[in-house]
């Protein structure tokens, strides 16, 4: 199943993933990044976010498919994808 983690040894707590994509990223009581919605990994916010952290501390993981997900379940892949296979 797709997820996206926030490695919160790295976050800086810059902010930067919670101004672009404020549905997936919060701030948590430690002033770090916290992953506030583990779904709808397709959006544009969710990937300038992820290419916005400056110290790399956001992944999308578990699902080999990217953007050719498309199955019903949380990890909106196909049924053939990678991470099936697993
Ligand atoms: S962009 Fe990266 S360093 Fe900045 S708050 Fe988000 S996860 Fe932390």
Request: with cysteine.
């Amino acid at each position: 199943m797709t997820k996206i983690t926030v490695n919160e040894d790295t976050c800086i707590g810059c902010g930067a993933c919670i101004a672009i994509d404020s549905e997936h990223f919060d701030f948590n009581e430690d002033g770090k990044s916290s992953v506030i919605k583990n779904n709808n990994f397709e959006t544009d916010e969710l990937k300038n976010a992820i290419s916005s952290c400056p110290v790399g501390a956001i992944k999308l993981e578990g699902c080999d498919c990217g953007d050719e997900c498309k199955c019903g379940d949380d990890c909106q892949c196909g049924d053939d994808c990678a991470c099936h296979q697993k």
